[in-house]
């Protein structure tokens, strides 16, 4: 078993990543694929004339206030993005994908955070109002039983509160929640760079291996989206999976190059 | 088996009709709910300031043309309130439910329209560029999976093109072909009235059966929206399902009422 994580984003080689999945699937390896939506959020908020709200929590991670009408807006975008990637696997990749989030049958559920504690100007101040979540629990019956049937799911990144409603979740944490559940042995992160840099300007700085202990040393080099993605790689490692790469999404066969080790690979046991 | 469709329209007892499905599911009857998004895509290509084009068939059917970003609107549209009614139903009626379109698992399959021959100012023409679709297919596996796992599928209507892209399908017709793939006894059309009138002004015109042979003169009756109502009432009876009711979605039991006979119901077998 086998989860990937991809960005919402523009240059992510979606139709090599199809046909990467379904060799995999055709070989007998079931795959589920995460997808994010920031992209295709910011877009839709953009053309509906509502402005993004970014702010820095006090932990240091940048995230967006999703107030109800960006819950909305992230449903509508991170949902009709998950339908173009679930014909598209079936298109290019000969898959018989079926697009889910963690609100159907509860698969993903999340306690709503409501208060964002932030940074702004310097001075730490509470947000509310907050319609993202955070992970509590992960229920593979649906996953499970989508797989046991030969399909192959598409998850977007939406968790269902206690309450019953619809969340906004972090895509790259719900796909490592996802893989612990699972049993995954590997989790693959597609991304905008070749993999963790040492320095992000440089593409040749690229760190290959990273052993579980040496995690916090290679948090150094991480900004910005980066630094959550590494979070994401800890709690997968922290479970079932055994080996984590962040590898480059622009590339001809993102997903099989990935899992050749081209990229920067995680991994439990000690070695380096 | 039983199938409901619903409208996508404001006053619609959503709440209410969760609860039915609800207490149908508990008493060991699966459902299948299917929903359409006029209302839902109207509203977000209003808010995007995009126009609707609405246009008349030659055989005399209205309908909205659908180019490339209508089909975006109409999916992000479709998607989100199926969001919205899965979560709805797991909340309020305690049902394992899953959000599908026909895309997922090449569930509906649809033809392309591409060409629509319209009616303009008395004048016949071809309008080109159009994204919707005519059914050509149910593949009933991933439905059956669904509900032999215990779960409530919730259906969008978007289908696949041969060509593997999304279409927007009629969602009355949908579940027609649904119910007749499924083998299901029953279809329920939840509506805003009471059922089928002699006249659309008045309420208490209500036809309250129809016998199969009775529907050409029933379909007099019918203006708008009711026209492919009844066209779907005939593909319904055409095959395995027995018994339709258009009923009022505005009911406090909006679904155990029609269940009862309180509506429009249209039977096979020459009962009148």
Excluded: C, W
């Amino acid at each position: 078993m086998l989860v990937v994580k991809i960005g919402g984003g523009a240059g992510i080689a979606y139709e090599a990543l199809a046909g990467d999945i379904g060799r995999l699937v055709a070989e007998g390896k079931p795959v589920i694929l995460v997808h994010g939506a920031s992209d295709a959020t910011n877009e839709l908020a953009g053309a509906l004339g509502r402005p993004l709200r970014l702010v820095t929590s006090v932990s240091g991670y940048q995230t967006r206030y999703t107030d109800r009408e960006m819950l909305d807006i992230f449903i509508m975008a991170s949902r009709a993005l998950n339908t173009r990637l679930t014909a598209q696997l079936q298109r290019v990749g000969g898959v018989a994908a079926v697009g889910v989030s963690g609100v159907d049958g509860a698969m993903a559920s999340a306690r709503r955070k409501d208060v964002l504690k932030i940074v702004e100007q310097g001075r730490r101040r509470i947000l509310r109002g907050d319609h993202s979540g955070k992970l509590t629990r992960i229920n593979a019956n649906l996953l499970d039983g989508l797989i046991r049937l030969g399909f192959t799911p598409v998850v977007a990144p939406i968790a269902l509160s206690e309450q019953g409603e619809p969340l906004n979740v972090d895509a790259d944490r719900l796909a490592a929640a996802i893989a612990n559940e699972m049993a995954a042995e590997t989790v693959v992160y597609l991304t905008h760079a070749p993999g963790l840099l040492r320095d992000p300007e440089e593409p040749d700085s690229l760190i290959r291996r990273v052993a579980i202990e040496h995690l916090p040393r290679a948090r150094s080099f991480a900004q910005g989206r980066m630094r959550i993605k590494l979070l994401a790689v800890e709690e997968a490692l922290s479970g079932a999976v055994t080996a984590v790469t962040i590898g480059d999404a622009r590339r001809s066969h993102p997903l099989l190059d990935a899992l050749s080790g081209r990229g920067t690979v995680f991994s439990r046991g000690g070695v380096a």
